[in-house]
């Protein structure tokens, strides 16, 4: 009987967690890697301790207490997640660590669910930390036990880098050995080493550039790199590949038939050694790799230093392109543009562009972008906002499931977690004269916003804040956050209240509102508006999928076609649940209705009630 | 098709909400037991929001999880538009399995679109004659079955056809997987779109 299962990549990843015998996990949640601890948080038996932290720089400081303590630790993030924890990343590659510590990083190029696509093994080189780069989701499971005793070799923390498609991938999977072995956690009190005092940070950065040299040795004999050199056709052609972009090119080799010398790269540093047999073997070699030239980089120093005269191209040339996913057909496109005779070919659509397609034959297809759920609390509140504050006013905004409400008119930015309130402070402080309303979810207010509102109430920032408390980060799959009262594993806990928080913060406008309330949300929002100073509108109403999973269900609503006069004013309110039929001229409730009740308020004519039973 | 048994790549696609990913996990699970080897790709977080899906299921590959343009072997749409939205990932002899019962976008319902004729779509699948196509309301076939939300199952039913696991080795894989309470449901379901092709 064999004993592979089918998992998804983080369900592996945290497969591999459990083998390496980690004892404390920490992690923020972020698209594509919140999985990860989703899975360990719901296991039954743990003999581990697993948290959401409030964001990654808290979380990846409560993974370095514990591997400084002596255990075996891991933080999970999103790419993003890491400019927030670069500050400590950074000094903790000068302290190093004594239990094993593994800080995944989850990156997403094509930005399927990111506002950039940025690549998490320049930070690798920027810190001078290790990183492992999966090219399938097996590897990335066993990669992680690996990265526990290379991190425990070299006392250093080690990045472990998947990308969507393996986070998100599913494949069938052999799981290993847990490791039975816990060290019992003691901090031992290294003043020099945990101390970065100036004279012992001096100390410590030459240590850490001395050790790169064995770390690159060590990981040139890992399995995770794979050179196969071609003695015996004519053909001088070298093609090196990194993580998943390697198996796009073994395909495109495969559909090719091309006899050609192959590096598959999974590490950083990258394999000296291999690359300089390559190159001994190869007149031209092409770097495929997704996102930023990092290999290619590498591979063109390290030509230099051997005073190689083999051609080295991939982003350079423009065979491969610096932004987006690749795939097969890149890959194969830039293989032949790089080693056939004939024309150039194009480079063909990717499936992103195919989300995006809007034309088949002579059929116009319409657009289909992700919305917020009928029923949202999100939309009820945009849709108060913007009759208060009207078009002359300026709404920044965050991120979160209700940067989906772009089409109501109330976001007008989104940069990175936690910006609406500064950005907010710095419009108005810019001279801005119209009114300005930000908006900020309850865990993006945890993570970053605070601080951000205590800094415009400090420095008297004449604006609103509303924190659209949905009492959950839903966009990311509904993880718990300090608002609920409960843990990561379901514990009870305090309940913070952003209320209370706020009034700490020095807010002393601060008004609670329930969010399917249109009127009374109306008024409070126009008491915001007249307020001079930092005012703070709550607006409390639960995710309408966290609660049915809680097992809340409202009564759905319907239309009286006698009295629906078809003015549209419900449509535009733009629930999915809301249709017109053009043909009676009415309007529609489909059974998409969670019974939220607010396009009742919505409609002058009094044609939309609760369905009685 | 290809020649090699197990060897078949299927894109099934979808709106967020509509059981895409339980419809891979059926067919993932069931290769796994068959001793297939597999590699899939799934759309989560944010599209998963009512927006267009897609899942790539790659059965007897052991690369990367992403199927060529041009390379599906079957194309299992969930929704009408969105079979002709990934009609490019198709080969040219592979099969396109389409419910013809249309879930409408937010741009259809509050913006200026329009959702094409169904039947429309269906001719435009089928005048691209290199493709066969497989029609049918998997939406009533489920209420039929006893569940509107078995949809998915009955789209999993019509491609088994083509798939390299036995039928009762899916429909195991199917039972372990629904809620106790809707096993009968999502048995029927099955068998009533296997009817279909
Ligand atoms: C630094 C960083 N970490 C994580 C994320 C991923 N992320 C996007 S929105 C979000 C939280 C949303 O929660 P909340 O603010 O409560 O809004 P909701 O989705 O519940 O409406 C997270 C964690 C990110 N974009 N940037
Ligand atoms: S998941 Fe929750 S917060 Fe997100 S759009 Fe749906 S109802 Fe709104
Ligand atoms: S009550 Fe109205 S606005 Fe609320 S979910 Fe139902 S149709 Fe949509």
Redesign the pocket.
């Known amino acids: 009987m064999s004993t592979r299962e089918y998992m998804l990549g983080n369900v592996a990843i945290a497969r591999g967690i459990v083998e390496g015998g980690a004892q404390v996990i920490s992690g ?4 594509p890697s919140s999985e990860i601890i989703d899975t360990l948080s719901r296991m039954d038996e743990r003999n581990f301790y697993v948290e959401w932290s409030v964001n ?1 720089k808290v979380a990846m400081e409560v993974a370095a207490g514990a591997a400084w303590s002596g255990v075996r630790s891991v933080v999970t ?2 790419h ?2 890491l ?2 924890a670069a500050d400590p990343l950074m000094t903790l590659a000068y302290t190093g660590v004594k239990g094993g510590m593994v800080i995944i990083v989850a990156d997403d190029p094509s930005c399927h669910s ?2 950039n696509e940025q690549d998490t093994r320049k930070y690798a080189d920027f810190s001078l930390v290790p990183c492992l780069d999966p090219s399938t989701i097996q590897e990335a499971k066993d990669m992680i036990p690996y990265a526990f005793e290379l991190s425990e070799k070299f006392e250093i923390p080690v990045i472990f880098r998947p990308t969507t498609r393996i986070s998100h991938g599913k494949s069938d999977i052999e799981p290993g050995e847990i490791v039975e072995d816990r060290p019992r956690a003691h901090f031992e009190k290294l003043i020099d080493r945990w101390v970065m005092l100036p004279k012992n940070a001096r100390v410590r950065h030459p240590h850490l550039l001395g050790i790169q040299e064995n770390i690159t040795k060590e990981l040139e004999n890992s399995s995770w790199n794979e050179l196969s050199i071609n003695n015996d056709s004519e053909s001088k052609i070298g093609i090196i590949a990194s993580g998943i972009a390697s198996v796009y090119a073994k395909e495109a080799i495969l559909n090719l038939g091309i006899d050609i010398s192959f590096l598959k790269v999974g590490t950083y540093p990258v394999p000296e050694g291999l690359i300089m047999n390559m190159l001994e073997h190869a007149d031209t070699v092409l770097v495929i790799e997704e996102l930023e030239p990092v290999v290619e980089d590498r591979v063109r120093i390290i030509t230099n230093k051997t005073s190689s005269c083999t051609r080295i191209i991939g982003k350079t040339g423009d065979f491969v392109p610096r932004f987006g996913e690749l795939n097969v057909e890149l890959c194969e496109a830039a293989i032949t543009n790089a080693f056939g005779t004939g024309e150039k070919t194009k480079l063909t659509e990717s499936t992103v562009d195919m989300e995006e397609m809007a034309d088949v034959a002579s059929i116009k297809l319409p657009l289909r972008p992700p919305a917020m759920c009928p029923g949202c609390s ?1 939309r009820a509140v945009y849709y108060a906002m913007k009759n208060v504050f009207g078009n002359d006013a300026v709404y920044p905004s ?5 940067t989906l409400g772009v089409q109501s008119g109330t976001v007008e930015t989104t940069l ?2 936690g910006s609406s309130i500064t950005l907010a402070s710095g419009i108005y402080h810019a001279g801005e004269s119209r009114p300005i309303c930000c908006s ?6 945890f ?1 970053t916003g605070m601080n951000g509102l205590m800094n415009a109430v400090y420095n008297k920032a004449n604006i609103t804040v509303t924190i ?1 408390d ?1 009492r ?5 799959g509904h993880q718990p ?1 300090p608002g609920m009262g409960k843990t990561a594993t379901g514990e009870p806990t305090v309940d913070i209240s952003i209320e209370n928080l706020c009034r700490g913060l020095g807010a002393e406008f601060v008004e609670v509102v329930d969010a399917y309330d249109r009127k009374a949300t109306e008024e409070v929002f126009k008491r915001a508006k007249e307020y001079n100073g930092t005012s703070v509108v709550i607006a409390e109403q639960a ?1 309408v999928i966290d609660a049915r999973r809680a097992g809340i269900r409202l009564k759905p609503y319907v239309i009286d076609v006698d009295k629906c006069t078809g003015c549209k004013q419900c449509v535009k309110f733009g629930c999915p649940a809301i249709e017109f039929d053009s043909e009676s001229k009415h309007a529609n409730i489909t059974a998409l209705c969670t019974g939220c009740g607010v396009c009742g308020q919505i409609c002058k004519f009094d044609a939309i009630s609760e369905v009685k039973k | 098709m290809s020649a090699d048994k197990t060897k078949l790549d299927l894109i099934i696609s979808g709106v967020g909400g509509q059981g895409a990913i339980l419809a891979s996990d059926i067919i993932g699970k069931a290769a796994v037991l068959a001793g297939v080897p597999i590699r899939a790709a799934e759309t989560h977080g944010m599209a998963q929001r009512g927006g267009s899906v897609v899942n790539h299921i790659r059965l007897g590959c052991e690369l990367g999880s992403m199927i060529p343009l041009h390379g599906a072997d079957v194309l299992l749409a969930l929704e009408p538009v969105e079979a002709l939205r990934y009609i490019d990932s198709l080969s040219d002899d592979g099969v396109v399995i389409v419910n013809t019962q249309p879930v409408l976008p937010v741009t259809v319902t509050s913006g200026g679109d329009e959702y094409p004729d169904v039947s429309e779509i269906v001719d435009v699948l089928k005048s691209n004659h290199k493709v066969k196509v497989v029609a049918f309301n998997a939406f009533e076939l489920a209420i039929k079955a006893g569940h509107p939300q078995a949809m998915n199952v009955v789209m999993v039913g019509a491609a088994s056809n083509y798939l390299p696991m036995s039928k009762d080795l899916l429909i195991d894989c199917i039972k372990g997987m629904v809620p106790p309470k809707t096993v009968d449901i999502n048995v029927n379901a099955f068998e009533l779109g296997r009817a279909k092709v």
Do not use: R, W
Not at chain 1, 440 to 445: A, C, M, N, R, V
Not at chain 1, 472 to 476: D, E, G, I, R, Y
């Open positions: 923020y949640p972020g698209t990654e993030m999103k993003v997640g400019n927030v990111s506002q999100h965050d991120i979160g499931c209700y990175c977690m900020i979810g309850d865990s993006t207010f993570h659209l949905n959950v980060t839903a966009m990311t956050n995710c």
